[in-house]
């Protein structure tokens, strides 16, 4: 049985089950390094996302299907299902119509079908919980007779792809045509080579390039066929692009004049990702230090103006590099302070012994992390302009999130 029929069988028996058994949560699948996610509620889908590029798949579906979609970022909550977040918000500001939603998820269930589809050794993992999903909209909803229609108009859509013999190829990956030699230059119309070299620059990949000539995935890679055959053709992997939560916060943080650095210095990249999330959204910058040894050389570099450290941590301890750095004429008078899961009377002793300003337990909940941030940090006035006036911001809380 080819990969395909087993991709095709396990996506089609899964999502029956779930349906027959009215199930609420998120269904994983993983494969390598790469993880989708499906959700459902009471057997239908909510939404399909994950992979390499979560980002670019959303800005394409947006593009397509309502171009010029706007929302107010400033009432969302970031949360783990970002995108049916927007979709709830455009059509709550009637930004969106509810078949523009509809047609969305349809289109980022494809493309995320087309990823799984060609799989034949995905783990699958079932998390059932209303967490994932609540608040849904019943008219978004895909039942598992909408879902098998996209399904199987997928398979043959892989079925076209591996005829054009591109099983080997993801429509993710980004080609890029590089004729060196003159050799190969003089086989080729010198304005339609420059033509196909503009478009396939190995920036964009096969999906965004679909998008953009408005054409299925496999017509444009048709053009690249006889190219691919000859080896003239490259496939690069490229990251993906900020989600528009993330272009927000890069613009409300750019749009903020002074801006104090704080470092974190913590090997769990959980923790450093919890503080930048809180004080990003106040006003602060955030430097990430992960390896407490090589991180000596980055505070002497950007000289933050507060420190979170935690105790323990590889290679040295919290305790002897706040000593350290307390004999250092740089941070002798740099807010220091501990936010560490041990949190005796003696490590808090201790921490004063060795120059720690403060101490925070974990976990700490954001209200604790931006007051002890504030008590070092903030001068007189509210130094938090983009948590109270985010219209500041030049109008960035309000963005376009169709990629043109």
Request: glycine residues 6%.
């Amino acid at each position: 049985m080819s990969a395909t029929a087993i991709g095709y069988k396990m996506l089609s028996h899964t999502v029956a089950l779930l349906s027959r058994k009215e199930a609420t949560g998120k269904l994983l699948l993983e494969q390598g390094e790469q993880q989708w996610q499906l959700y459902f509620f009471r057997g239908s889908l909510v939404y399909a996302t994950g992979g390499w590029h979560r980002a670019r798949r959303w800005y394409r579906a947006v593009g397509q299907h309502c171009r010029n979609f706007q929302v107010d970022l400033r009432e969302l909550d970031a949360g783990e299902l970002w995108e049916y977040q927007l979709l709830q918000h455009g059509i709550a500001s009637s930004e969106m119509s509810l078949e523009q939603a509809k047609a969305i998820v349809q289109t980022s269930l494809s493309e995320v079908l087309f990823a799984l589809i060609g799989q034949s050794g995905l783990r699958r993992e079932w998390r059932s919980s209303k967490k994932y999903v609540s608040n849904v909209i019943p008219s978004l909803l895909l039942s598992v007779t909408e879902v098998n229609q996209i399904l199987s108009s997928t398979e043959q859509l892989w079925d076209k792809w591996k005829e054009m013999g591109l099983w080997m190829v993801e429509p993710e990956q980004a080609p890029l045509l590089k004729i060196s030699s003159e050799e190969q230059q003089s086989r080729f119309s010198s304005n339609s080579l420059q033509a196909l070299a503009n478009v396939f620059n190995g920036e964009n990949t096969l999906w965004d390039i679909a998008f953009k000539r408005k054409q299925c995935v496999t017509v444009t890679t048709r053009a690249l066929l006889n190219y691919i055959k000859q080896g003239l053709v490259n496939f690069r992997t490229v990251p993906d692009l900020p989600s528009p939560i993330e272009q927000w916060r890069l613009a409300a943080a750019m749009a903020q004049p002074s801006r104090p650095l704080v470092a974190c210095i913590d090997d769990s990249s959980t923790v450093c990702a919890f503080l930048e999330q809180i004080l990003l959204q106040a006003g602060y910058r955030v430097l990430k230090i992960q390896d407490p040894m090589q991180g000596v050389g980055l505070l002497a570099k950007h000289k933050p103006a507060f420190i979170f450290m935690d105790v323990l941590m590889p290679k040295t301890n919290g305790f002897a590099l706040c000593n350290f750095l307390r004999q250092t004429p740089a941070f002798r008078e740099t807010p220091i302070v501990f936010l560490t899961g041990k949190d005796s009377i003696i490590d808090r002793t201790r921490a004063k012994f060795t120059g720690a300003s403060d101490f925070l337990s974990k976990p700490s909940s954001p209200e604790q992390v931006l007051q002890v941030v504030d008590k070092y940090l903030k001068p007189k006035g509210d130094r938090r302009l983009l948590a109270i006036h985010p219209d500041r911001l030049l109008n960035s809380h309000r963005l376009t999130l169709a990629n043109s």
